[in-house]
């Protein structure tokens, strides 16, 4: 069963930092694009950052500068590096990728979410 899981969320301070993972399992053959995505009470599912395979990233305008996305392609691990959260940076915090189980067969995945909560 291929599967996307996350971890690392939890509550910080405003100003504090997280580093959540997403690891990837079952039968891989390769996988192209991964991203982060957050989705907050009340409002539509968001893109953070999003990787490709040959690492090349981009960021939603409200995390230039304070998030890191990357991957390590042979752990089939993407991470995220949160930096000066800030209270509007709450929200469930999904992973997702496009993934082939082989050559000719691309199916899009979904992490179950980590909730990430920044309050004083």
């Known amino acids: 069963q291929l599967q996307l899981v996350e971890s690392g969320g939890g509550s910080v301070l405003p100003g504090g930092s997280l580093r959540l993972s997403c690891v990837a399992s079952?039968?891989?053959?390769?996988?192209?694009?991964m991203g982060w995505y957050r989705q907050a009470p009340g409002k539509q599912r968001e893109l953070v950052a999003a990787i490709t395979s040959g690492g090349s990233t981009n960021y939603a305008d409200s995390v230039k500068g304070r998030f890191t996305i990357s991957r390590d392609n042979a752990k089939n691990t993407m991470y995220l590096q949160m930096n000066s959260l800030k209270p509007e940076d709450t929200a469930v915090y999904y992973c997702?990728?496009?993934?082939?189980?082989?050559?000719?067969?691309?199916?899009?995945?979904w992490g179950q979410g980590t909730q990430v909560t920044v309050s004083s």
């Open positions: 997702n990728a496009d993934i082939y189980s082989s050559p000719w067969r691309m199916s899009h995945y």
């Open positions: 079952g039968s891989i053959f390769s996988i192209n694009a």
